[in-house]
């Protein structure tokens, strides 16, 4: 079980961290008044028991400019995530607004600018639905975790299957 030692993610990070009722998530206030949730949720579409899944939810749905202390709060929390390099973390982009190309784009920006992305490795896929909306799904792993070519398979592998239209 994935353990986050929040005095450590809070040392580092730009915004403060505050836990929620829910094991693994935590909310923070921005300069510009965005109220955000990210968390951990251990996750099952990878044949792996180290896989959780990543959320950051803008709670009150107020725009958020660029925000470098965002980027920074959010980089530093998945870094903790890491401390151990067997974890994965899957991240899939919210399509309810059609801007999950967007929301892709960004934190993928934000994890490779950030100055430790090196010690990652990440693979990314589209994925349609029914309906012919593409939802964005990224796994990251660090680069010596000692499963990463099973890893790496399994997703291949699950994209494949959901890729497939059912008959």
Not at 38 to 63: C, M, R, V
Not at 134 to 152: A, F, G, H
């Amino acid at each position: 079980m994935v353990k986050l030692d929040l005095e450590r993610i809070n040392a580092v990070t730009p915004y403060k961290l505050f836990p929620t009722e829910r094991e693994l998530e935590f909310q923070f206030i921005t300069d510009y008044g965005v109220i955000y949730t990210i968390g951990f949720s251990q996750d099952e579409l990878l044949d792996y028991e180290e896989t959780y899944q990543f959320a950051i939810i803008n709670l009150n749905h107020q725009k958020s400019p660029r925000d470098r202390k965002l980027r920074d709060t959010v980089v530093a929390f998945v870094y903790e995530f890491f401390a151990q390099s067997d974890r994965v973390m899957l991240y899939f982009c919210e399509t309810g607004d059609e801007r999950q190309s967007l929301r892709s784009r960004l934190f993928e920006w934000w994890f490779k600018s950030s100055h430790r992305s090196e010690v990652f490795f990440s693979e990314s896929a589209t994925i349609p639905d029914e309906d012919g909306t593409l939802n964005y799904v990224t796994y990251i792993t660090r680069q010596d975790n000692p499963n990463l070519v099973r890893i790496s398979n399994e997703f291949a592998m699950t994209v494949q299957v959901l890729r497939q239209k059912p008959e």
